[in-house]
């Protein structure tokens, strides 16, 4: 396990668009999961600005969303319409490099990934509950590939949902597994600002837990995390 803590927001998303941009340089295909949310906001603007200014073989490079919530009526969930705005549509990505995780395919969607040649990186941010993708405390088995959560209109899971979306969920919605990802061959976990220091403490230093998803992502041969100081505060090592 690699950790590196940088000093600011800025910086840590130099660092992560760095390995990012690394990747999808290599001279063959190249299949990558991107997170959504806040914490890759500055990493996509940086990644944007560079892929704009160099000559970049788009085809070879393909992006596989980790996880979606569904929306009624519309074409898109929340993360496909999220990852499209903040960077997938920037930089022109061929839709058929696109590969979305649906309510229909996720059963059939490791196999696909294998099928395809495997992850080269996964990005990932965690929630402040310790969830990774959607792998959510009390609904996470260390055991599982890629599956689907039904929930419903008012039980714990919608409200927690609700949180992530002003508007309609639709059920269920669809997640890589924590074997899915322990299978890519490389992560990259990050973290900022005093919200996530008492989550990475325990993500980092506390006792690996399926009641905080995210501990079992330390256990990849492969992986770094990459706090600034505020979300790095409470580590001890
Ligand atoms: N599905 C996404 C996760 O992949 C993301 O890591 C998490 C943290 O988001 P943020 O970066 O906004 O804190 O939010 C959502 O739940």
């Known amino acids: 396990m690699k950790k590196i803590i940088t000093k600011d927001y800025a910086t840590m998303s130099e660092l992560a ?4 941009l690394e990747k999808m340089m ?12 806040n914490t ?29 919530i569904p929306l009624v009526g519309e074409r898109y969930g929340v993360t496909m319409s999220a990852l499209n705005t ?4 920037q930089v022109h990505i061929d839709h058929g490099n696109l590969h979305e995780l649906t309510a229909e ?3 059939a969607y490791d196999q696909k990934i294998l099928q395809d040649g495997g992850l080269d990186l996964v990005v990932m941010g965690v929630g ?16 599982r590939e890629t599956f689907a959560v039904s929930f419903e209109k008012g039980d714990g899971l919608y409200t927690a949902i609700t949180h992530l979306t002003d508007k309609e969920p639709a059920s269920p919605y669809v997640t890589f597994g924590p074997r899915t990802i322990l299978a890519s ?10 919200s996530k220091a008492e989550i990475m403490k325990k993500v980092l230093e506390g006792p690996i837990t399926e009641e905080v ?21 409470l580590l001890e090592n």
């Open 26 to 37: 290599l001279p063959k295909r190249v299949n990558l999961s991107l997170t959504a949310g």
């Open 185 to 194: 061959k490389q992560l990259l976990v990050f973290a900022n600002g005093k």
């Open 213 to 233: 998803p995210a501990s079992i992502l330390r256990t990849h041969p492969n992986i770094t995390f990459i706090l600034d100081e505020e979300a790095a505060a």
């Open 17 to 20: 668009a760095a390995i990012v």
């Open 86 to 89: 903040a960077f997938y549509d």
């Open 128 to 143: 402040s509950d310790g969830h990774f993708c959607a792998n959510m405390p009390g609904y996470t088995s260390f055991d």
């Open 105 to 107: 395919n996720n059963q």
């Open 40 to 68: 890759p906001v500055g990493m996509y603007e940086i990644l944007i600005d560079k892929l704009q200014k160099m000559d970049f073989d788009r085809s070879t490079v393909h992006y596989y969303n980790f996880d979606e």
